[in-house]
Structure formats: C-alpha cells, structure tokens
C-alpha cells in the first residue's frame, strides 16, 4: 500500500496538499512555500544583477563622477541587519512554540525595516542638499536607481509582515505563524544580503 500510495498521490491538487499537510503537519506547505519563494527570488536576483552589471560598464565612461556616499548609509546598514536578526530570532522562537517572545521580534524587525527606509529617504535628502540629483550625473542616477529598488522590494516585504502581524493578533494557530515568520525571514536575508553587496560596490567605486 505504501508504494501504491506514493505512486499515486499529487501534490498539485489542494486536496492532496491538505491529505498531506494533515499527515505531515504542515511540513509540505512548508516546502511549497519555501520553493516559491525562491523562485520569486530567481528574477529579483537576475534584475539586480543586470543593473550590477550596467553600472560597472557605465562607469567605465569619462563623463563618471565618483559619488561621495552619505555617512547615514553606515548606520542605515546597521538599522537592515538589526531588523534580520530580530526576524531571524523571532523565526527561533515560534520554532520552540513560544509565540509571546517570537512576537516582540518580530514586530521589532518590521519596526527596524521602517526605520531604514526612513533613513534611506534622509540619505537622498542628504544628497540633495548638496546638490546631489538623479539627472545631474549618471553615477548619481545609479545611486538613486539602487536604493529605490531596493526600498521597494522592501515595501513589498512589509506587505507580507503586516499580513502576519495580522495573523499573529488573530490568534492563528502556531503551524501558520511558524510558516509565515519563516519566509519572512528568509525574504529578509534576502535583501540584506542584496544591500550588503550593493552598499560595497558603492564604497568600492
């Protein structure tokens, strides 16, 4: 029978996922959900990627002006991993079933996630007191391009964590909440690590 039942099972059908989420307790919407994750993450990272690309060649150019990045980005980066490491924690937490600590970090990581846009914005004003725009030179342009995407990918991110933020006031049950805070997590590392390897190539060139 078992062979039977594993040559005949499909996972496509929502019938067969909630048969196996009963049987599994929820491992296999786990792994569905972490696999399209990722494949969602596949274009963000080739988008990301093709603009890396553009702004070495571009820079190859006689018309590139070096830009003096805004001291506020330091502590911005700081303010991007503080709110991964809160989401990492709170991922730690509702592993062990303890929802009350899991949702002081997580509340705390979106907090830290608003924070940074909002130091992002001071940076670009920071830019424009100085005289600083997006058309005034093609590596300002970059600058500019870089940081908006990235601050929406973020945005996009904070959709998801207030959709679980609202689950978590709701009452959900453990096994939602463990699936939700994970890929949150994972979404934020994510983009941590994409701003890591953005800001470097900023202070590299």
């Not at 599994?24 to 890396?52: C, D, E, H, N, Y």
């Not at 502590?75 to 990492?88: D, G």
């Not at 592993?95 to 001071?122: H, I, P």
Request: glycine share 8%; hydrophobic share 55%.
């Amino acid at each position: 029978m078992g062979i039977f039942h594993h040559l005949t099972r499909k996972p496509w059908l929502p019938e067969q996922s909630e048969i196996d989420n009963q049987v599994s307790g929820g491992a296999v919407a786990l792994q569905t959900a972490k696999v399209g994750l990722r494949v969602f993450l596949f274009p963000i990272s080739a988008l990301f990627t093709l603009f890396l690309i553009a702004y070495l060649m571009r820079m190859s150019f006689s018309d590139w002006q070096t830009l003096h990045d805004p001291w506020l980005l330091w502590i911005n980066t700081a303010v991007l991993v503080l709110s991964s490491l809160a989401l990492q924690r709170s991922r730690m937490l509702v592993d062990g079933g303890e929802v009350t600590g899991m949702r002081t970090y997580f509340m705390l990581g979106g907090v830290f996630a608003f924070a940074f846009l909002g130091g992002q914005l001071a940076a670009w004003q920071q830019l424009a007191d100085m005289g600083v725009y997006a058309d005034t030179n093609p590596s300002h342009s970059f600058f500019y391009l870089f940081t908006a995407l990235h601050g929406l990918h973020l945005l996009g991110g904070l959709v998801a964590w207030g959709r679980t933020v609202f689950k978590i006031k709701a009452g959900v049950d453990v096994e939602h909440l463990r699936l939700s805070v994970e890929l949150c997590t994972i979404y934020w590392h994510y983009l941590l690590v994409v701003w890591v390897v953005m800001f470097g190539l900023l202070l590299a060139t």
